[in-house]
């Protein structure tokens, strides 16, 4: 069977520069918020081409350092999806603020920004102060940016861009996680950029807000045990900065691959049953997931799996779905109506860059024989 996911390949292809790495990392004898955290840091700046990154536990936790910097938390509504990872809500909720979860554009499965642009110009009843909205690049791809950063702008709201599977996508020849005032990227295994364990990294022009959010990951200290503000403990370790900077030196070829790929199974899909992913045209997809739709899902799943191909579902409950948060958390004016309907339909295929020939091959030649 050819799994969905396969982290454990991305290791074996840099086995011995990650094992050289973990090693210096450990025989530094310094393992929590050192000087691989500190390259580290420069090089995914450098690389996304934004002035600051800081490094933390985990994506759920980047996005709520950023919020708890921006002050955003109590008496606060932060917009977001709910056609996501729980993470992104649940890093809201972590803040102290409250959720407005809204729809999604269908075909590309990110937030719908006319939705986004009617709740900034009438806020919904009964909420606190809409102050932030998340825009999730889900899958791979860009949400439809620039309306949303136009309606943030008229209405005093910080956009804030969820990249946790965006790694390298671009929106008119920028890269997500530039845009708007701050991003946040997870770094579990399975991402684009992934480490050997648990990590998150944020990004941000704001020089002032990357020094309170760095100040604010570590219990609020300007001056080592002395909370100048109140904070929390979220720390990328040495080691996974030192995983994560080998693995940064493959990530523009890893999704040149994942492209690549993807094109392979456009091919395969031509004439048949399933349409490929829509793409927006003024964005460079970068393929975290491979996302197939149909109402015929589980019929499908059946006959890949017969054929030795995993799949997988991102995701199978909508947010405000799940019994941890149906009934108490708003929605906008629609509803999340498509948020549901996807849920009942998408499907991921295999799709990382250490898949091998014969096992593109053989995808492309079970998805060929869907239309029979």
Request: aromatic share 6%; with cysteine.
């Amino acid at each position: 069977m050819i799994p969905q996911a396969d982290p454990g390949a991305g290791y074996r292809a840099q086995q011995a520069e990650i094992d050289a790495a973990v090693q210096r990392a450990l025989a530094s004898g310094w393992y929590i918020l050192g000087k691989e955290g500190e390259a580290f840091e420069r090089e995914f700046a450098a690389w996304l081409g934004t002035t600051r990154a800081v490094g933390c536990a985990n994506g759920t936790d980047a996005l709520a350092l950023i919020l708890r910097g921006m002050g955003i938390g109590e008496g606060c509504t932060v917009a977001t999806v709910s056609h996501t990872a729980v993470a992104t809500v649940a890093a809201i909720e972590m803040a102290g603020a409250t959720p407005l979860l809204l729809d999604i554009d269908p075909d590309t499965y990110t937030m719908d920004p006319d939705e986004l642009t009617a709740v900034l110009e009438d806020p919904p009843p009964g909420l606190p102060p809409i102050r932030a909205a998340i825009a999730v690049h889900l899958y791979g791809q860009s949400c439809d940016l620039g309306p949303m950063l136009e309606a943030c702008s008229r209405n005093g709201v910080a956009l804030i861009e969820d990249c946790a599977q965006a790694h390298g996508a671009t929106l008119h020849g920028r890269k997500l996680g530039t845009l708007g005032a701050a991003a946040a990227f997870s770094l579990y295994p399975t991402k684009n950029l992934g480490a050997l364990g648990d990590g998150g990294v944020l990004a941000t022009d704001d020089f002032e807000l990357a020094d309170r959010i760095a100040a604010i990951r570590q219990y609020g200290w300007k001056e080592r045990y002395i909370s100048s503000m109140v904070g929390v403990n979220s720390r990328l370790d040495e080691v996974q900065a030192a995983i994560l900077r080998v693995k940064l030196t493959a990530l523009d070829a890893g999704n040149t691959k994942r492209r690549e790929i993807a094109a392979r199974y456009d091919a395969a899909l031509a004439n048949g049953p399933v349409a490929p992913p829509v793409r927006r045209p003024d964005a460079e997809h970068v393929f975290h997931q491979y996302v197939l739709r149909s109402p015929e899902r589980a019929a499908l799943q059946a006959r890949l799996k017969e054929a030795g191909v995993g799949t997988g579902i991102h995701y199978p409950v909508p947010v405000h779905l799940q019994s941890a948060y149906q009934g108490r958390t708003a929605l906008g004016p629609a509803g999340c109506a498509e948020t549901a309907r996807a849920a009942l339909e998408v499907f991921s295929l295999p799709m990382y860059p250490e898949l091998t020939e014969e096992q593109i091959e053989r995808i492309c030649e079970a998805l060929r024989g869907l239309g029979g």
